[in-house]
């Protein structure tokens, strides 16, 4: 998978930073993101269970664990020879590491931003997010002091891998989660997993059910989606814990799944590679789109003006020489004047139709999309995608027209935008089939419980 991450960074290098250092239009993956190793967010209601599995993955006791909230914080987990941790604003000021664009979320989160370095061998191939575990407040009017729907949002847009926790005692019914599930795991169905833990706790088959319909009940109110994803459910062997009445083999196996798509994240990771290069460069295309259409409208309004002034220019003139009463010593400074007045006649009009036009589109950002929508004969299956992106650029791509200025908008080269065109739709598709070619190769028939699935050292109880 290295080979297709080199490829991509190659041709988003040599193909497409200059368009978006013309065009003002950051925001692609950096190199560093790319060859990052692969993520896994970790996210679920408080005492949910979310560390314990952390800790049960990694094979140690790493992340706090409890019945009551253990841990306010966003916790980094990567691989590194020492154990060491690192406060978030020394995470946010080292590039190297790909957390600057946190910073943007102010130094109240920062104080709940870490990372822990472990030096445990399943951390080689995919660094974990834990996070806070959601619950409602007393208070209504109760705040973290910081975005936390942003943060999370900004974690899913990098992850390779959602894990969206519940546990039997809050099935789906923290506003929190709901309000994160539907807002900040938006557009990320592909990566999300959806865990229903501790089915242990569980000593009724009945009351099983009931929880288990509760959370799909819970899930199917704030869908946008027929369908209910796969729920995993599971929990975490314990040792010296009673036996369960429920068949616990196929609860055993759905762990093991679990862990084993941690561990083949990197081909998760290569898939989501391609899929966020894919998007940015519909978005560029899209931002492109608009300010060339708005650089080709100012050419032609400048164009007709400036022939209208010539034409005026020139039967003026006609007039002047041929007809006119004016003595011929001075036709030839009448006719100065008169084309330095139609310079200036059409300069004048083509800075004040410049300035309308501006304000329209900086006053009306739907109609813009509509006009090329039109223009770009984009009324077919892709006019919704478009659209939903450019309620998400939309706002930039005005910004870039206002700090430009119209008058010095760039051009998309032909062999540019030919460029671009053919990777998406020969090279990005070839790409694609080779990651899923290796995801079927690695897809083996249901693993046998591993070392890590053996009961736990300890008995403690999960936390958030």
């Known amino acids: 998978m290295r080979e297709i991450v080199q490829e991509v960074n190659e041709f988003l290098s040599r193909a497409v930073d200059p368009i978006q250092a013309r065009f003002l239009f950051q925001g692609r993956p950096s190199e ?8 896994v967010l970790m996210l679920g209601n408080h005492s949910s269970g979310k560390s314990s599995f952390i800790n049960h993955f990694i094979g140690e006791d790493v992340q706090l664990t409890g019945m009551a909230p253990t841990d306010e914080d966003f916790t980094v987990l990567r691989f590194g020879p020492a154990e060491k941790e690192r406060p978030g604003s020394s995470l946010v000021s080292n590039p190297e590491l790909g957390y600057e ?15 822990k370095v472990v030096p445990a061998e399943r951390l080689r191939a995919v660094s974990l997010v834990d996070t806070p575990g959601m619950i409602d407040s007393a208070d209504p009017e109760a705040h973290r002091g910081f975005d936390f729907k942003g943060v999370v949002r900004w974690f899913a847009e990098r992850a390779d891998l959602i894990m969206l926790f519940f546990d039997p005692e809050r099935p789906g019914t923290t506003a929190e989660t709901l309000q994160v599930y539907t807002e900040s795991l938006r557009d990320f169905d592909h990566k999300l997993m959806v865990v229903m833990n501790k089915v242990d706790q569980f000593r009724k088959l009945s009351d099983f059910a009931r929880c288990y319909g509760n959370l799909c009940w819970n899930l199917g109110k704030v869908m946008r989606t027929k369908d209910l994803p796969l729920i995993y459910v599971t929990y975490l062997p314990v040792e010296g814990a009673p036996p369960s009445p429920l068949p616990m083999e196929e609860f055993d196996l759905s762990r ?7 561990e083949q994240t990197s081909l998760q990771r290569a898939d989501n590679i391609l899929t966020d290069v894919s998007v940015y460069l519909d978005r560029l295309m899209l931002h492109t789109q608009v300010l060339s259409g708005a650089q080709r409208w100012r050419a032609g309004v400048k164009g007709r003006l400036y022939a209208a002034a ?5 039967l003026g003139n006609l007039w002047l020489f041929k007809a006119s009463a004016v003595e011929e010593g001075l036709r030839p400074l009448y006719a100065a004047a008169g084309a330095a007045a139609a310079l200036a006649l059409a300069q004048g009009a083509l800075a004040a139709l410049t300035r309308a036009k501006e304000a329209w589109y900086q006053r009306s950002p739907e109609r813009v999309f509509e006009r090329l929508a039109t223009e770009q004969r984009v009324r077919n299956e892709r006019y919704e995608h478009l659209k939903a992106h450019w309620a998400l650029i939309g706002p930039h791509t005005l910004r870039a027209l206002r700090e430009l200025g119209m008058a010095r908008l760039p051009k998309l080269k032909r062999r540019e935008a030919l460029e671009v065109a053919r990777w998406v739709e020969t090279r990005l598709p070839e790409l694609r089939r080779a990651v899923h070619l290796a995801e079927d190769a690695a897809a083996l028939p249901p693993p046998a419980l591993s070392a890590a699935d053996a009961p736990a ?3 403690a109880p999960a936390e958030s």
């Open 310 to 314: 010539a034409l005026a220019l020139g």
């Open 32 to 39: 560093a993101t790319l060859n990052d190793t692969p993520m």
């Open 457 to 459: 050292p300890s008995a």
């Open 101 to 115: 664009g946190l910073s943007q979320f102010g130094p109240r989160f920062l104080s709940h931003l870490k990372m």
């Open 256 to 262: 093991a799944q679990l862990i084993r798509k941690m």
